[in-house]
C-alpha cells in the first residue's frame, strides 16, 4: 500500500487536534521536577560518602592497633601517626560532606541548597589541597604495611620488608622524596584557593574538584532560578 | 515578570502539541521525553524576553525546541540517570493516550520519524505542520533547495515504508 504525503498530513492534522483535545502541559511541576533531578543527580554521591567513610574507619582502627602495639618503636609510630592524622581529616570531610547532602535532601530553598552546595564544593576543594600535602606522608605505607606483616608472621609475605628490600636505603630514599614533595605539596595547598581562581589551572582543578554530579546540579540549580524568578 | 510568565504559560499551553510532538519524534523512552520536554521550556523560557512579536511564535518556537531536541539527541544528556519523576510534565487526559495509538498509520508515521535522523527528524515533523519550505529553511538553519532535497530523499524513503 502507498500513500501520498498529503494522506499523511491528513493523518498528522487529526493526531493534532486529537492532541490538541487530550494533551496537558502540567507547567506547575517544571520546579518540583527540576529540585528533584538535584537530589537525584546527588543521590550516587551520598553513598559514596558512606563507602569513604567505612574505608576511612577500618583504615583508622588498624593504624590504632599498629600504634598500640609499636608505639615503643617511634619510626613505626610516628609513621602511623602521620596516616592516622590524615584518614582522620579525609573522614572528618567526608562526614561533612554527607551533612550537606542530607541537608540538600531536606532543603526546598534554593538558597539553602546553594549554600550546602557550596560547602560540598570547598570540602572536596579541601581534600585535594590536604591529599596533595599528605603525599610524602603516603610513603609511610609501605614502612607500615612490612611491620604489620611482620607482626602478624604472614609468611607467604615474609620477602615483603621494605628495608631488606632496598638494603636499608628506604629512609634515604624517603628523605629525598621529603625534601621535594613537602614544598611542592605546601606550594599547592597555598595555591589551590579560591582567591587564586583568576588563574587558569586553580580554576581547573576546583571546578573538577568536586566532580561532574555537583557540576552538574550547580548548573540545575541556576536552570530552577531562572524557572522560579526569570534570572540567575 | 509575573506579568511575562502568565504570557509565557499561556503561550506554551497554546503551542503545548509542538512540544509533545518533537519529543515523541526524539525519545522513544517516556522518562526522557519529560527530560526532553522539560529543557525545551527552560530554554524557551529563557529566550522569552527576546521574542519580538514580528516574528510568528510557532516559527520561534519550533527553532528554539528543535534546536534543544537536536542536542539532546546527539550529546544524549541524560548522562545522569534520574529517579522517576512524581509527577509528569505531559499528561494526558484519561484514556486518550490510547486513543493516539489506535490509528495504524500514525503509529508507523511515528515509527519511520523515530527512526530518521535529528536533521531528517525535524524537517519531517516540519513538513507534516504544514510549513513551506522558506519557513523549514528558516527553522533549520538550512538553504531551501537543501530543504527540498532532504524531503524528496524522505519521500521516497516514506514509499517503501507505506
Given at each position: 500500500m502507498f500513500m501520498e504525503l498529503d494522506d499523511l498530513k491528513t493523518i498528522w492534522r487529526d493526531y493534532d487536534s486529537t492532541l490538541e483535545k487530550s494533551l496537558n502541559l502540567n507547567l506547575h511541576t517544571l520546579d518540583l521536577i527540576q529540585t528533584q533531578k538535584i537530589k537525584s543527580a546527588l543521590k550516587p554521591l551520598y553513598w559514596q560518602r558512606i563507602i569513604e567513610i567505612t574505608f576511612h574507619t577500618i583504615a583508622i582502627v588498624l593504624l590504632s592497633v599498629f600504634c598500640y602495639y609499636n608505639y615503643n618503636q617511634l619510626p613505626y609510630a610516628i609513621s602511623a601517626y602521620v596516616l592516622i592524622t590524615f584518614y582522620s581529616l579525609a573522614f572528618r570531610n567526608c562526614f561533612i560532606q554527607l551533612g550537606s547532602l542530607n541537608d540538600i535532601n531536606a532543603d526546598k530553598n534554593i538558597i539553602s541548597i546553594q549554600t550546602s552546595l557550596a560547602r560540598i564544593q570547598s570540602n572536596s576543594v579541601n581534600f585535594v589541597r590536604l591529599s596533595v600535602l599528605f603525599i610524602p606522608a603516603l610513603l609511610s605505607f609501605p614502612v607500615v604495611i612490612s611491620k604489620a606483616i611482620n607482626d602478624l608472621e604472614l609468611k607467604s609475605f615474609s620477602n615483603f620488608d621494605i628495608f631488606k628490600q632496598t638494603n636499608g636505603n628506604w629512609f634515604n630514599a624517603e628523605i629525598i622524596a621529603f625534601a621535594i614533595l613537602v614544598p611542592l605539596g605546601i606550594w599547592f595547598y597555598n595555591e589551590i584557593d579560591y582567591k587564586n581562581v583568576n588563574k587558569k589551572w586553580v580554576k581547573n582543578v576546583i571546578e573538577k574538584a568536586s566532580g561532574i554530579r555537583v557540576r552538574k546540579v550547580i548548573e540545575y540549580i541556576k536552570e530552577l532560578q531562572v524557572l522560579k524568578y526569570g534570572s540567575v | 515578570m509575573a506579568a511575562d510568565k502568565q504570557a509565557f504559560v499561556k503561550r506554551m499551553q497554546e503551542n503545548k502539541n509542538i512540544i509533545f510532538k518533537i519529543c515523541n519524534s526524539y525519545c522513544s523512552k517516556k522518562e526522557d521525553r519529560d527530560d526532553l520536554a522539560q529543557e525545551i521550556v527552560l530554554n524557551l523560557w529563557k529566550s522569552f524576553a527576546g521574542f519580538?512579536?514580528?516574528?510568528?511564535f510557532s516559527t520561534w518556537m519550533y527553532r528554539i525546541a528543535l534546536n534543544v531536541a537536536i542536542s539532546f539527541y546527539r550529546k544524549?544528556?541524560?548522562t545522569i540517570k534520574f529517579d522517576a519523576?512524581?509527577?509528569?510534565l505531559i499528561v494526558f487526559s484519561a484514556d486518550s493516550d490510547e486513543k493516539v495509538e489506535i490509528e495504524k498509520n500514525l503509529g508507523l508515521l511515528q515509527k519511520f520519524i523515530l527512526e530518521l535522523n535529528e536533521i531528517d527528524k525535524s524537517i519531517m515533523l516540519l513538513y507534516l505542520d504544514d510549513k513551506s519550505y522558506r519557513e523549514i529553511a528558516e527553522i533549520t538553519g538550512i538553504s531551501e533547495s537543501n530543504v527540498a532535497t532532504k524531503i524528496n530523499r524522505i519521500k521516497n524513503k516514506l514509499k517503501s515504508k507505506f
Open positions: - | 519580538t512579536p514580528n516574528f510568528k544524549e544528556m541524560r519523576y512524581s509527577e509528569d
